[in-house]
């Protein structure tokens, strides 16, 4: 199951990555810079993935 989830993820990723790139070629016709700016800061920022620890109610940090 946990293949089958990675695969798929996978696949959508890239449906999702070639799809904006056909946006961006396509606004590059047009010469639309302000939708292909958005398009290359979009594909290009880095996105963080901090892991928050968990608290309780009190402020506390949850260990178990």
């Known amino acids: 199951m946990n293949k089958e989830i990675k ?3 996978s696949t959508d990723k890239r449906v999702f990555y070639d799809a904006l790139a056909t946006e961006a070629e ?3 016709g047009k010469r639309d810079l302000s939708t ?3 398009i290359t800061r979009t594909l290009s920022t880095k996105k963080s993935n901090q892991n928050m620890p ?3 109610s ?3 940090t949850i260990t178990k």
């Open 7 to 9: 695969k798929s993820t």
């Open 26 to 28: 396509q606004a590059a």
């Open 36 to 38: 292909l700016y958005k």
């Open 54 to 56: 968990v608290k309780d």
């Open 58 to 60: 009190e402020g506390h």
